[in-house]
């Protein structure tokens, strides 16, 4: 880029040109100062303005890895930045399979007796609700009405079949009427956890690729390539919050509907251990923000190593200009003559 005019030597030149300006009394015209390096200012951003006008016009400069090879947009060449990039598509590949697996097994909140997932309740009891007077949090409004085959079904149809069985009598109400009301959005909070997963997925699945091709096939307009890190870097940060902000809001959507609470019962009356959480949550977070850290390093090693020369070519470069620097007793000679 060609070098702008100094800002500093045009408010000179002004101030001078002025200073010979002076009215009788000796006092410099203020107005015309301002006026001056207003012209100054307009003269400099217009300059600006060209020189960006021209640098975007202009074809992009040739750009080379570490080992000396032109960068064209097709893949690498170098076979240690393709070895990691094989690594990690394994690891992603494992990784997503197991979060879209998770997505959809029910094995995200139970007990002994049921569990769920984001799309199905699995259990082998069916539920009775018992309306108390001294309802003190729930404890033994829920019990076992009988033991059934174990069977799968939606959780939209668990969720309708939960809402007859806990609804109140409008002719005698009783404390234990709050199942009704604090169940009614735990169905909203179940789907709003099945989009928060899969979108996680899914950008987890885009911007893990996008990150292994920003540096096995690298762009050959760095400015392009500068704002496809950019873009690659921010989805990157954000694709782990998914899981996170999910198990946050909804961690108690599933007792509310009675999934899990026979376990809790038992963790709080006698102290033992509680399975309410199971293994789907757990993985989905694991994986989400081991990818993060994976894909992250991978992008600033590889970039690192693509733009950084190697030693052997650095000092084959200076045996060549070495070599093409014409001796000094040559231009001795020649200027004598």
């Avoid at 080992?67 to 590949?93: H, P, Q, S």
């Avoid at 059934?148 to 009598?169: N, T």
């Avoid at 001796?327 to 000679?333: G, H, I, K």
């Amino acid at each position: 880029m060609a070098s702008l005019v100094d800002f500093d030597e045009l408010v000179k030149k002004e101030q001078l040109k002025k200073m010979k300006e002076r009215d009788r009394s000796g006092a410099v015209d203020d107005t015309a100062m301002l006026v001056a390096l207003e012209k100054a200012r307009q003269r400099r951003n217009q300059k600006q303005k060209e020189l960006d006008e021209l640098e975007a016009k202009s074809p992009p400069k040739k750009r080379f890895d570490h080992m000396g090879n032109e960068i064209d947009g097709k893949f690498t060449k170098d076979k240690v930045v393709f070895r990691w990039a094989c690594v990690v598509l394994f690891w992603l590949t494992i990784s997503c399979s197991l979060q879209w697996a998770m997505l959809f097994i029910p094995q995200w909140r139970g007990d002994k007796f049921q569990h769920a997932g984001l799309f199905q309740v699995c259990g082998t009891v069916e539920l009775q609700f018992n309306p108390t007077f001294n309802d003190t949090g729930g404890a033994g409004n829920l019990t076992i009405k009988n033991t059934k085959p174990y069977s799968c079904q939606s959780v939209e149809e668990y969720f309708d079949k939960f809402q007859v069985l806990i609804a109140p009598d409008p002719n005698n109400p009783r404390p234990s009427d709050r199942w009704h009301t604090s169940s009614k959005d735990a169905l909203k909070g179940i789907l709003v956890s099945r989009w928060l997963e899969a979108i996680g997925t899914f950008l987890d699945m885009v911007f893990g690729l996008g990150s292994v091709l920003l540096i096995m096939r690298p762009h050959p307009d760095e400015r392009i390539e500068r704002r496809n890190v950019v873009w690659t870097v921010i989805g990157l940060v954000l694709v782990p919050w998914f899981p996170t902000i999910d198990i946050l809001i909804s961690f108690d959507y599933w007792e509310r509907i009675g999934v899990g609470y026979f376990e809790t019962l038992s963790y709080a009356g006698n102290g033992g251990f509680s399975n309410y959480t199971k293994i789907g949550p757990i993985l989905s977070l694991f994986t989400s923000w081991f990818d993060f850290g994976l894909e992250l390093w991978f992008l600033q090693w590889g970039l690192r190593r693509l733009f950084t020369t190697h030693p052997s070519v650095e000092a084959e470069r200076a045996a060549k200009a070495a070599k093409e620097e014409i001796p000094l007793e040559t231009v001795a000679s020649t200027s004598s003559a």
